[in-house]
């Protein structure tokens, strides 16, 4: 091991920080190269691709020797591929705000800084913007591990001609934000419905008395605790209280530190396969056919698909015992096997549509 003196350590590393700026700036103008290849075969839109960023994320990780973490590596090749992705095509994305929701936090996690976020107030909006071209793609919660499935994107799944195009994890942690500085003063809390079913323990025992009040995201919860002040707090990420000036009076209070949610990244693309792929479908069965929903998932069975994910949701206006059924499962849609099964499925089913096809999330 060569053995360096400080002044030695230094120059090496701003030798070391010329070469990487170099190459960033090589990588860059590679970039704007790629854009003009693809305008001139008639690609006129975004060049986002995720199963190529998911390829590429995968790659810098497996490369990893240390010190960093893989997830650091993940992290800093991220930002670069959206500044790159920024001189090609600039992308906008709609997600629940306000500003400091763990959905923005999602945006910046799969996406990279060098996007447009641009905060809606529910997640109907967030469809609606990318349907009309608004928002180049949208990031919509789908389920937590402690709070369950999130039942308006799932509804929205059901109608919309979008696809999925990519997924995020995300771990959460809530915090307990005021004005105040004694929690014994708080009398009403602000939360997202989720939120709150995630930190019920600790409220329980912590602030038993305190009125609860559900909000349509805990970034407008922050809002309304710097608004009304005195005996209000929210629950909220960090950067929603470095945001609104607000106190910190708990930290971490979910009642499972290992908290985290599942984000879909929905756009008007297909991806193609990666090799690292997940399936999204949602069926329905014929109603008054014994075993219906058997004979439904029979052919991901035979063809040993693994089902990740099967969650049911009553169909809006329809007779309560009918449900549609959302099946996610590891392979592509495009994958010999799958499209076998799928094909099966499809023809036993009274409602078919595949949601998407799209890369595993890499960290």
């Not at 771990?171 to 929690?183: A, I, K, R, W, Y």
Request: charge should be negative; glycine fraction near 6%; proline fraction near 5%.
């Amino acid at each position: 091991m060569t053995v360096r003196t400080l002044p030695q350590a230094r120059t090496e590393i701003d030798a070391l920080d010329r070469q990487i700026q170099e190459l960033i700036s090589q990588r860059a103008r590679i970039a704007q190269e790629v854009a003009h290849i693809k305008q001139r075969q008639g690609d006129t839109g975004d060049h986002y691709r995720p199963s190529r960023e998911a390829e590429v994320l995968r790659a810098a990780m497996a490369r990893n020797t240390g010190p960093l973490t893989d997830e650091v590596v993940a992290k800093l090749m991220r930002e670069i591929m959206s500044a790159c992705l920024s001189l090609e095509s600039p992308l906008t994305i709609a997600y629940l705000g306000p500003e400091g929701t763990y959905t923005q936090a999602a945006v910046l996690k799969h996406f990279g800084e060098a996007v447009t976020a641009r905060p809606v107030t529910a997640i109907d909006e967030i469809f609606r913007d990318v349907e009309s071209g608004a928002a180049d793609y949208g990031v919509v919660p789908v389920e937590n591990s402690i709070g369950g499935v999130v039942s308006n994107t799932l509804d929205a799944l059901v109608h919309t001609k979008l696809r999925i195009c990519g997924e995020v994890t995300l771990p959460v942690h809530h915090h307990l934000l005021s004005v105040e500085t004694d929690p014994s003063k708080v009398s009403k809390v602000y939360a997202h419905a989720q939120s709150f079913a995630q930190c019920r323990k600790w409220l329980d025992a912590r602030l038993p008395k305190a009125e609860r009040e559900a909000l349509a995201s805990n970034g407008a919860a922050a809002q309304l605790a710097k608004q009304e002040g005195a005996g209000v707090a929210a629950i909220a990420s960090l950067q929603a209280g470095k945001l609104n000036g607000l106190n910190i009076l708990a930290s971490n209070i979910e009642d499972d530190p290992s908290n985290t949610t599942r984000f879909l990244i929905i756009g008007k693309q297909d991806p193609t396969p990666t090799g690292h792929d997940v399936t999204a479908v949602v069926l329905s069965a014929h109603r008054n056919q014994p075993g219906a929903l058997f004979t439904l998932l029979q052919p991901f069975a035979d063809a040993k698909l693994d089902l990740t994910r099967i969650e049911s949701r009553p169909m809006k206006g329809a007779p309560v015992q009918d449900y549609f059924f959302f099946v996610d499962f590891i392979g592509h849609a495009n994958d010999e096997p799958v499209r076998k099964a799928l094909d099966l499925v499809r023809a036993n089913a009274a409602f078919f549509k595949i949601l998407g096809s799209y890369p595993q999330a890499v960290t």
